[in-house]
DNA sequence: TGTTAGCACTCTCACAGGGTGAGTGCTAAT
DNA sequence: ATTAGCACTCACCCTGTGAGAGTGCTAACA
């Protein structure tokens, strides 16, 4: 379908664009690269591949930028994986080192990470799998009507919430709340909780019904968000980038972030790392820009990770950047404390 | 020191700044507001006001625009802290209602309610205070290496983390080891956990050692950061304020605001509601803006809320809506659950 | 037949010049 | 002390112009 004339020429625009975000010209590109042939030919080969949907003219003289099939088919047939560069290879080894020894919290510290060294902005998550079971429940008292509920999955994995309890009720009675809803609950996996399970508890349970009302409440609700622990970082890297220069660009960038609900769903797929490439996101401000999400799951964990770029991103690297960190953290476990 | 006059001359600037965000001419505030004078004499009264410092001048042949040190005295001695327009006030009580039947996080939700009701930034942090005691900790074993450590404090906050157990601990060992720190610990305030009550506990310990090690960094880590809980929100509001149509000043603030442990600070204050003008924030960044912040304190719990927005502010309706908000709050609790 | 040189053409961008309007400061009259 | 009048100063907008980059087309060439 494409000779190799025009895969070569093709991808010498996009890399070249990668790199210097300016439309390239016929003139330039035989300049930088040295493939035997002149500008006119070129001129003739970019005009077939605009023709053909991979190169777009952002006005009549200027030079060629790739379309986003343009990027697509680059990522799915052309990108050549390399290995990062030894000077990334590098910091990158020293951040995760340095992580290591971080008493912060994971997630933070590798969006950091990420955002650091891609210059692009990243996103992590850890969401709530509703086949993750209950391991412990517990409730403490705080005041003589407020208690903090604490439940922790399988995944080892906290949520907590606070709780009004009734007026009056004595220590000896939250203890034995506590010891029978863990006795209940423990082992039963978030999907399995549902209103018959409560009605059962409350027939089973001789005391304040009410609580366990609360409790199911929150449990519910774990289910229902993941977004507790979406962590964003490096947004200002992405206003470096030539492609935002424009604050209503920004501005409506920055409202999606804000909508964290709506962040979590993008970050899922099936394989193990995808490329999403302009409207294949699905969110109309990021129509610009590309992401890259990978998926690391362990038996007590998992993380999402994802990293958005202008569409002009590198792939190449960033995709080799999330291979080396899965690997990182699949064969040392080397997630350290949370 | 400044007569009747020059007073309310120099408010109707501001208010008038604070409206348009443009500069303000002599003509234009004679037509606004009926004052009994020319624009020739207010061009007089202006051009005493420049050079006495509340006013400032862009360029030559444009209006006034308040200096911060105009703003400090408007804010000190002028302005009259009106009750809340009809508007904003049965919008706000709409949303704090619907705070109260929400099951999301309080920060976020207060944090999405003052950004939306003032159209500014929010910040809202839940710091840890070292005057805290420890009122319950808990080691749950997830996997056969890894546990979650839970910790949690008097006032129900509750801070977790992932340490590594050695390796064949058994699970009695676990909760003999629980037992054995919450026996020492429950109490204890965090200010005085330090080397040598960990010393303590080492030698009364019959068992791994090694634990009581990581627990005590972990207490430390809980010590030094509070940020965990920051949230902010509305950046976007920002960007919709003209002062912020460049992009480089964006990205400037952005990125102090990445930084949010260096933020906490700068929500403490000693009076209630405090008000902080441009540089006096004390962040290069910020040296536009102006900042209000709030604390707000329950037996079992403490709140610290700031409003992030132009030196151009609306400071009289931000303060009285912080003020609503802390009495309602204290009035009934209307904290519901977190 | 594929490739290349040459050339006219197009379009953006940066810059300069001129007109407009808002606003000032000064001066002289009230 | 206040005000009307006036000359002056900028910022802003519009326009035009020239340079530069790049294209598409045509005709010549291997």
Redesign the pocket.
């Known amino acids: 379908m494409l000779d190799e ?1 025009k895969r070569a020429i093709l991808k010498a625009v996009i890399q070249d664009y990668i790199f210097t975000a ?8 035989v300049k930088r690269h040295d493939i ?9 080969e ?2 077939d591949l ?1 023709e053909m949907g991979y190169l777009e ?8 930028i790739p379309s986003h099939w343009g990027y697509r088919f680059y990522v799915n047939t052309m990108m050549d994986e390399s290995e990062l560069s030894g000077k990334d290879s590098e910091v990158l080894d020293k951040l995760l080192l340095s992580i290591r020894s971080s008493s912060g919290s994971l997630s933070r510290d590798v969006a950091k990470l990420l955002s650091s060294v891609t210059s692009y902005l990243s996103l992590i998550a850890e969401p709530a799998s509703p086949s993750q079971s209950i391991r412990h429940i517990d409730i403490i008292p705080v005041t003589n009507t407020a208690a903090t509920l604490i439940v922790v999955l399988s995944d080892g994995t906290v949520r907590h919430h606070s709780v009004n309890l009734p007026q009056g009720l004595e220590s000896r009675q939250v203890r034995h709340l506590t010891r029978f809803v863990n006795r209940q609950l423990e082992g039963v996996t978030l999907q399995d909780i549902d209103e018959k399970l409560v009605a059962d508890l409350k027939k089973d349970f001789a005391g304040n019904v009410r609580l366990i009302d609360s409790i199911f409440t929150i449990v519910h609700y774990m289910m229902l968000t993941g977004d507790q622990n979406l962590v964003i970082d490096g947004a200002t890297n992405l206003l470096n980038q030539p492609e935002f220069k424009d604050v209503e660009k920004v501005r409506k960038l920055l409202h999606s972030l804000e909508q964290n609900d709506q962040l979590l769903p993008l970050l899922q797929a099936d394989e193990d790392i995808a490329i999403k490439i302009g409207s294949e996101i699905g969110v109309d401000s990021f129509s610009d820009c590309s992401l890259v999400i990978a998926s690391y799951t362990r038996p007590d964990r998992k993380l999402l990770f994802g990293i958005l770029g202008p569409a002009r991103m590198e792939y190449a690297k960033t995709v080799s950047l999330l291979k080396r960190l899965r690997q990182h953290f699949q064969e040392d476990g080397g997630m350290g404390n949370e």
Chains 1, 2 share one sequence.
């Open positions: 004339r300016e439309p390239v010209g016929s003139r330039a590109l035997g042939l002149s500008p006119a030919t070129i001129r003739n970019m005009a605009e003219q952002p006005h009549t003289s200027a030079g060629r």
